[in-house]
């Protein structure tokens, strides 16, 4: 028997389903840049995990779940190392959901060419994280927060958290 395994980009398609969870296959895998079958076989690993659950023959995020794994997984199953410094999108305490909470002049992107700001990268969670900062700016945010989870101190975490428990609903 297989062991089922999470991908990195589940994590950006249970944010965005959490958000939008009437989005077809299609519709999401547009949103996110990947293929249809990609966004399939990630609702199919959420469903497996228990992050996802089906209600009624209608899918939906088990929030509890994606909350708690988020909170105490998500920095050890997809740890984030902050590397060169580059022009990109930003991300972390830098992104859109803890900018106004956190004053720091050292930033942290997903490198990008079209990107806006200086800072050390990091890999995102999915290939095209960076323009969802156009497409799906309230994924976008979520996402940055994860980030924040993946690479930030106490205080950074502490307040990631916080804002995914307000927002991710």
């Not at 299609?26 to 659950?53: E, F, P, W, Y």
């Not at 590397?83 to 997903?110: C, F, K, M």
């Not at 095209?128 to 900062?133: K, R, S």
């Amino acid at each position: 028997m297989k062991v089922v395994a999470l991908h990195p980009a589940d994590v950006v398609v249970a944010l965005r389903l959490l958000q939008h969870p009437d989005l077809s296959y299609a519709q999401l895998a547009a949103d996110l840049k990947i293929s249809s079958s990609t966004a399939h076989k990630a609702v199919r690993r959420l469903l497996n995990s228990g992050l996802m659950r089906e209600v009624d023959a209608e899918r939906r995020v088990n929030r509890h779940a994606l909350l708690a794994f988020l909170e105490h997984g998500v920095r050890y199953a997809f740890p984030a190392v902050l590397g060169p410094v580059a022009r990109g999108v930003p991300t972390s305490h830098s992104g859109p959901a803890l900018a106004a909470e956190i004053d720091s002049e050292e930033a942290v992107v997903w490198s990008d060419l079209g990107g806006t700001v200086v800072g050390a990268s990091i890999a995102p969670l999915l290939p095209d994280a960076g323009g969802l900062a156009t497409r799906c700016h309230d994924t976008y945010a979520l996402l940055t927060a994860v980030d924040a989870l993946r690479v930030g101190r106490v205080r950074e975490r502490q307040l990631a958290m916080t804002y995914l428990r307000k927002h991710a609903a």
